[in-house]
Antibody
């Protein structure tokens, strides 16, 4: 059974760095072809893909936020991470991690999401 | 970036009706398109991939079609659990992009 669960600070101030953790089970990020992505959803911008990390440590970022994003993984502990620097109120959103489905960049299993509010 | 334009933004229908949601890509995405269903307070769930392939466990009343830049999601014989929001997604090239969503409500 594949499960993913996000964790994060909940609230942070503008200019701070957001650190999110995705803890998953039912698959391994050391398996050939596996990939985990981060997607966020805000009322203002809908669903927005942020980044993907692959089993071989290849990383892909949304160019609109690329300079602020860092994705990484800890294969031995079945975790993926996302850092976003210089957070702004516009980054207030629910952040999801999800497993890439297979042959193309779809997501077949999603975490429940973690709400992140940026406020002074 | 590939823009995904979804219509309508909202849709009101009755139980048992058939509805269709459209998604227009700004360029040819060669059927590399997914549809998701999202219920309030829940994460999106994959319904259809490769434009017309049903994901495991998804009822057969859901179907997808289209090619090139134009795609659609059809739901036959609406059930109470189908009233939700639906999103299309470009899976062809980064940055991956989603439609703005269609909220399906009970009439």
């Amino acid at each position: 059974q594949v499960t993913l669960k996000e964790s994060g600070p909940g609230i942070l101030q503008p200019s701070q760095t957001l650190s999110l953790t995705c803890s998953f089970s039912g698959f391994s990020l050391s398996t050939y072809g596996m990939c985990v992505g981060w997607i966020r959803q805000s009322s203002g911008k809908g669903l927005e893909w942020l980044a993907n990390i692959w089993w071989n440590d290849d990383k892909y970022y949304n160019p609109s936020l690329k300079n602020r994003l860092t994705i990484s993984k800890d294969t031995s502990n079945n975790q993926a991470f996302l850092k976003i620097t210089n957070m702004d109120t516009a980054d207030t959103a629910t952040y999801y991690c999800a497993r890439r489905a297979g042959s193309w960049d779809y997501f077949d299993y999603w975490g429940q999401g973690v709400m992140v509010t940026v406020s002074s | 970036d590939i823009q995904m334009t979804q219509s309508p933004a909202s849709l009101s229908a009755s139980l048992g009706e058939t509805v269709t949601i459209e998604c227009l890509a700004s360029e040819d995405i060669y059927d590399i398109l997914a549809w998701y269903q999202q219920k309030p307070g829940k994460s999106p769930q994959l319904l259809i991939y490769d434009a017309s392939s049903l994901h495991t466990g998804v009822p057969s009343r859901f179907s997808g079609s289209g090619s090139g830049t134009q795609y659609s999601l059809k739901i036959n014989s609406l059930q109470p659990e189908d009233f939700a929001s639906y999103y299309c997604q470009n899976g062809l090239s980064a940055p991956l992009t989603f439609g703005s969503g269609t909220k399906l409500e009970i009439k």
